[in-house]
């Protein structure tokens, strides 16, 4: 049973009310079981551990009732639970065989309770120890009631020795096993004990050493039952974190000027110092913070929720934060969605890359054969803005453009910021004129939803699709992981991962925004109807892209 799952995310969490159940429920099933399984093995069953096991078995049975109406478990489960755990001690009194084959069936149902949720190895390691523990409490219990006990100890130690090996295999897989959260956190402390019990036990007077495999036990079932820690911040490592439910992610995760990243609005501060509110950024999803961290390990406090933070003592990219800092911050959440723990060495506007230049050549070279006569380009004063500019004007001039201001189409090859404010401007112009009759044009790097909604339409060369099953599958995931954030390019970049070469083909894709029922703007959609372009799966959110040209030379 399931004392420790967060009904809405799934997640274990710490109820404490149903961790107290789980703690008195499972090791009393577990001695229950034990007993039933080895009591074959004795004549006759002494009374007074009868009604031990009676006990036991009955508080168990009750626990499982209750966990079935306050904790919102399995009620077939729960009845199961509950008639096979009262059938033990009846049958081991008077049919021992059959109490035994019954004692199995509950030993079966405990470590599925104990286990749930958990696979593969990790589920044959709850398997050992379960069954471990309840053979361990049988041995026990009728080694006590004996007046001469049998010689148990090689079997204590080598049910000791096999306890011990699976809690250290389930230390190294949880990955706590060599930093400080082993000694600072519940989930820690319960496994080292886990852990260490089973040899203290092994080692005691045999009329105490029940009380150690009982210990084992309880630490076992906690360590099940409690959240896992989130892992440690690595210094350098942008940091995507929870607080209270709410992601936050934390670039470059250097001393210094940092971005904190929400997906709603509040205060951020670090530790004692000045609050900060997180607002709004031009191109960029979500609310940003600006705050200063200190080197080592300090706190981030978000609405009073406390993220842990360590930036060690080296130093960032420098346009991690600034009016780039949001799309370098993106492009790193891509890879921390991946599960990569890539340390954060450059940003995007950096540098351009040949890709993106050759994109943007055949981008010119598209606008040529549709006959425009001239283009405006927007850059900026980033080392990759001003590259892409002169690659623009250059190609332009290989095709006899001119570059001049009001042109017939424009090309904005800037960072976020600039790019929001010119095509701001660019569709106030077109609802006063008929400007850029050739249309609006961005660089693949400004493909993200809050840019190019802010058209009506605009067109980007890319080097892939972003209705093709991997473009889709990183949406999915980002939103997963950070509800409400917009796909990226650079950040789908980086979210394939070092290594995947960059497709030859270079094709004109157009976005706008679409809506498959015009209604007007109050008016709500029908029940059960969803918002064309809304939901996860959409590069571009309550828009569309599609190609409108063939690859280009």
Known sequence: MDHGSHPVTGSAGLDLAALVVRLVLLPATAFVAGVGLLRPLVDTLPRRLWQVTAVLGGLSAALAVVSAVAFDVNVVGAIVHAVLVLAVPVLSA????????????????????????????EFAIDTVYV??????????????????????GPLSWTLGGVLTLAAAVQLVLSGVAFDRRLYETLFGVALLAAFVL???????????????VAA?????????????????PVPGVPLLADAGGSPVLVSPHRPGRNLVHLAEPASVSVGDGPLVEAVARPGASGFWAEVELPAGRSELEVDGR?????AGDG???????????????????GGLVAGRKDVLTSCPADALSEEDADALRKLVGFLAARKADSVTVVGDSSPRGTAAAQVVQAAAAAHHLTVRPDAA???????????????????????????YPYGLYVAPWLLTGPLVNSVAGSMVPLRFDPREQAAISYAVALDNA??????????????????????????????????????????????????????????????????????LD
């Open 409 to 435: 189409a424009l090309v904005v090859v800037s960072g976020w910021t600039k790019a929001a404010t010119t095509l701001d401007g660019a569709a106030a112009a077109q609802r006063e004129r008929p400007a």
């Open 131 to 152: 069954g471990g523990t309840a053979v361990w409490f049988g041995l026990s219990a009728l080694s006590l009631a004996r007046a001469e006990p049998p010689r148990t």
């Open 198 to 212: 089973p040899v203290v036990a092994s080692a005691l007077w045999r009329r105490v050493a029940i009380v150690g």
């Open 482 to 551: 950070f509800p409400g954030e917009n796909p990226t390019v650079t950040g789908f970049q980086q979210w394939l991962g070092p290594g995947q070469p960059a497709a030859p083909r270079v094709q004109v894709f157009a976005t706008a925004q679409v809506n498959a029922m015009p209604m007007n703007p109050d008016q709500p959609h029908a029940p059960g109807m969803d918002v064309p372009g809304e939901g996860p799966g959409f590069f571009i959110p309550r828009g569309t892209v599609v190609a409108i040209s063939l690859p």
């Open 94 to 121: 008077r049919r021992p065989p059959v109490g035994r084959w019954i004692a199995v069936a509950l030993l079966v149902l405990l470590v599925l309770e104990t286990a749930l949720g958990r696979s593969g190895v």
């Open 306 to 310: 406390t993220v842990e933070v360590d």
């Open 216 to 232: 084992a036990f309880l630490a076992w079932s906690a360590f099940v039952a409690v959240p896992k820690p989130a892992d440690l």
């Open 315 to 333: 130093a960032g990219p420098a346009g991690a934060s600034g009016p780039d800092g949001p799309e370098c911050a993106t492009t790193a959440l």
